[in-house]
């Protein structure tokens, strides 16, 4: 079998054990004599799918009880519009600017009829390098929207605001529970599974449940309400990615769970900025402050040579290294199935890489 380290961004490496059982349950899940992707999801053998992925996550992330754990479908983009349709009851909503993520965002939202968009940060003129400074917010806003990493830039928030009036809404989709947040600093969480959860498909949406009211006229599948009372069920739901889910939440808490994997990741990280800070090609363009722990951009300022060190990188097992189309250069996503002995040998590759073009 051919061996590569999975540098991709999403849909990004998962766990090589969550895989092999994946592989060990394909032609006969739990006695059924069927495959997962076979079974009806009405059936009691999804049913305990279903209530154990939600288990697991609520386990892992501290989850309230006065949370919904909603398991959708649309990808995070979808929400960029679900969250202003159902949350914006006055029709005046916040947004803080810190990259390509963000501006989509942005963009669904002001594509919500009569509804006001404040962007009130940004760092778009420091070209997110960096996430911008929070400011505070007035409490007639219906919500405040962040992007807790910007997996384009490759920046973070690593510290959330607190104690303001309205609810905070976090995109989450390239660092859910990568590192630890506390559940009820936000009002609602969305990631799209593909990064750090399992197969693109499903999303995921943890909302406090006093936020989840009736809208007038909003589409079934649009509206938090319906997924809620149809514990995300509704229509069929992307049974395969949620039971994959279910077995990477179950690989994590055996790791010790996020705080055990923060510290891992962090080491991960640390090792590749460290190794970038001192060498004489390649360099991080992100300000150290805001550097994320799970995508991490890196350039030699030459075109030609990022070109020349992905291909090399490639072929070498190093794959999908080349940079976001916007931003060029090269990115090393490390999130948490990437196994630490893949950067360490990144590293390895990159000196060799140096030397030779010195
Ligand atoms: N937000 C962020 C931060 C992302 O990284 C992505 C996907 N890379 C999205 C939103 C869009 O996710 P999806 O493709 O699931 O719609």
Known sequence: MKKVYNFSAGPAVLPSSVLKKVQDEM????????????????????????????????????????????????????????????????????????????????????????????????????????VPTIPAVTADYDYLHITTNNTIEGTTYFEVPTGIEIPVIADMSSNILSSEYDVSDFGLIYAGAQKNIGPAGLTVVIIRKDLIRLVDNLPAMLDYSVQEKNNSMYNTPPTFAIYVAKLVFEWLKELGGV????????????????YLDQSSLFSSPVERGSRSLTNIPFVTGDAAIDKQFVEEAEKAGFVNLKGHRSVGGMRASLYNAFPIEGVTALIEFMDTFTKKTE
């Open 259 to 274: 705080k055990s994997i923060e510290a891992i990741n962090r080491k991960k990280a640390q090792l590749l900025y460290d």
């Open 27 to 130: 032609l006969d899940y739990a006695d059924s004599g069927m495959s997962v992707m076979e079974l009806s999801h009405r059936s009691s053998l999804f049913q305990a799918i279903i209530d154990d992925a939600e288990c697991l996550l609520r386990e892992l992330m501290s989850i309230p009880d006065h949370y919904s754990v909603l398991f959708l479908q649309g990808g995070a983009s979808l929400q960029f519009s679900m969250i202003p349709m159902n949350l914006a009851q006055n029709k005046k909503v916040a947004y803080v600017n810190s990259g390509s993520w963000s501006e989509k965002a942005i963009e669904e939202a002001l594509k919500i009829p009569d509804l006001t968009v404040d962007v009130i940060a940004s760092s778009q003129q420091d070209q997110f390098k960096k």
